[in-house]
Every structure is written in structure tokens, then in C-alpha cells.
């Protein structure tokens, strides 16, 4: 009993295809202390690696390494680093990669990423299709290269072609695989993955999942990263009002049913961007088991 009130999986129970989570390095004591309750939790759930988002603003030389070897060595984790380009110079993520190898990575998330604050230049690479090349002519097959997809289109895309073919580039370059922005529509998941078959893409397109945790602040990461909330969720979260209960229940109950259609319709796997909290990702996980 106790296993379970600390939120491991209840005895035989299995989740229908393999996990991983997503979380952000932590900043400050209090952030350090979420992180690790989270996962002591999450860990028990056996996911196939953990990935460690990148920081703008020149943490990206501490916060995230450090963080991944956290993960290696205390937690035992296969921890996999991401890797932005966007105003980082050729030494600077050599570096990068030179540090994450010889803590034994063989995984990384290679992504374009945003300007950081105050920066007026993109830095050596351009696009992340640029990275992807810089990573295979330094360190060839050593690293297993994930990549972004965009099912409902990347939000500074010319238009939904366009931005396909700079994923099709993406994997041309060298990616292994890629793991998608999150969406609440499953069917944009189909479409794409069907145009970028049709464009022979073959690489394994891992669909990214965003348990509900607050939903204000879902409204807002949203509308910055171009993912769509179908109007029926949002006015069933409104109709909710106050009851905090009902609302947790409800969203988790949307998460898992989608994750069921997609497991179904062929996704190889499910990546959750856990927002370094342990109980929304749960709620779903057990509601898939």
C-alpha cells in the first residue's frame, strides 16, 4: 500500500506502449525540491528515457547538464539532453556535446529553439536541420538525434507545406526520430503523420502529450506555441467553475481517451511534457493502464 500512495503502479500493471518525460532544469532550491519529488514518482514508471529542455539566456552552459547528470547518475535515468541552436556558436554546443557524450548520452533532442533575450543574432545555425548536420559530421552515428514536428504547423511557418518540408529537411539531415509539439487533436497527429509517410519520412513521429495541469496557464503556453484547444474542452473547463476536483478529473479523462486513440491508430510511444509535476502525468498514465 504504501508503493501506491507514493504513486507507483499498482502490482502487474502494465501501460500499453512505452513513456518518456519531459522536464525542465531546475533554477532554484525550491524548483530542485519539485523536481526531485517528481521524480521519485514518475521514475516508477519505468519510462524509456527522460528528456531535459535547453535554457536560453547562457543557463544552457549549466542548468541542463547539470540536470542530466542528476538524472544519470542519482536517478539512474537515460537522460537526454535538448539541444538548441539559436544563438549559440559552433564551439559553444561542440562543447555542449563533448560534455554530454562523456557522461555517457547517446540521445539527443536537436531543435532551432528561440532567440534569447537581448540577443540580436541567430548565432552559426539557422535552422535545426543545420544543427542535425553539425551533429552527425562531429560525433557521426554516436548520438540517437530526435527531432520537433509540428502536427497543427509550426506558429512561424510560411503555411502547413512549407513547414512539412522543413521537417522532411530535418530527417534528410540526419534525425533518428522526432517527438511532436502537443495537441488535444488527435487527427492532426493522423494527417501529418500520413503527409510526411507520403514524403518518405519514414522515421518513428512520437506523438508529445500535455497532461492538464492548469489551465490557465495551458490557454497561455498555447497560444505562444500554436496548439489548438478544441472549444468543447475549453467551455467544459469553464462550466466546471471552482470545482478544482471535477476539473482535474475531466482533463485527465480527455488526456488518456486521446492517448488511447492515438496508441491505437499506430503511435509508437507517448512523451509527456510533465512540467516538472508528478500528478497530472499519473492521472493519466493510470487511467491508461
Known amino acids: 500500500m504504501s508503493d501506491l500512495l507514493q504513486g507507483s503502479p499498482a502490482p502487474g500493471s502494465r501501460l500499453p506502449a512505452p ?6 532544469p531546475p533554477k532554484t532550491d525550491e524548483q530542485r525540491q519539485q523536481l526531485e519529488r517528481t521524480l521519485v514518482r514518475l521514475k516508477a514508471h519505468a519510462p524509456r528515457f527522460v528528456s531535459v529542455t535547453f535554457g536560453a539566456g ?34 559553444e554546443i561542440a562543447e555542449l556535446l563533448a560534455r554530454y557524450r562523456a557522461v555517457g548520452c547517446t540521445r539527443v533532442v536537436a531543435l532551432r529553439g528561440d532567440l534569447p533575450s537581448g540577443m540580436a543574432t541567430t548565432g552559426d545555425f539557422r535552422y535545426a536541420a543545420d544543427l542535425v ?6 560525433h557521426g552515428r554516436h548520438f540517437r538525434i530526435e527531432v520537433a514536428a509540428y502536427p497543427e504547423t509550426h506558429p512561424q511557418a510560411d503555411d502547413a507545406h512549407i513547414d512539412l518540408r522543413h521537417f522532411k529537411g530535418k530527417v534528410e539531415a540526419g534525425a533518428d526520430g522526432a517527438i511532436t509539439q502537443y495537441f488535444f487533436n488527435a487527427d492532426a497527429y493522423f494527417r501529418f503523420v500520413d503527409e510526411a509517410r507520403q514524403l518518405g519520412v519514414d522515421v518513428p513521429i512520437v506523438p508529445g502529450i500535455m497532461p492538464i495541469a492548469n489551465f490557465t ?21 469553464q462550466a466546471w467553475g471552482d470545482d478544482g476536483a471535477a476539473i482535474r478529473a475531466f482533463a485527465a ?17 507517448l512523451h509527456f511534457y510533465t512540467l516538472n509535476l508528478a500528478r497530472p502525468t499519473e492521472a493519466v498514465l493510470e487511467r491508461l493502464r
Do not use: K, N
Not at 548536420?133 to 562531429?138: G, L, P, S, V
Open 19 to 24: 513513456v518518456s518525460f519531459e522536464f525542465y
Open 58 to 91: 547562457g543557463s544552457t552552459l549549466s542548468y541542463t547538464p547539470d540536470t542530466v547528470r542528476l538524472l544519470r547518475e542519482q536517478h539512474g535515468l537515460d537522460a537526454v539532453p535538448h539541444l538548441s541552436c539559436m544563438g549559440g556558436t559552433r564551439l
Open 133 to 138: 548536420r553539425f551533429i552527425r559530421a562531429e
Open 217 to 237: 496557464q495551458l490557454r497561455r503556453f498555447s497560444e505562444l506555441c500554436g496548439a489548438e484547444i478544441p472549444r468543447w474542452i475549453v467551455r467544459r473547463m
Open 253 to 269: 479523462d480527455v488526456v488518456a481517451a486521446m492517448c488511447r486513440r492515438l496508441l491505437e491508430g499506430g503511435a509508437p510511444e
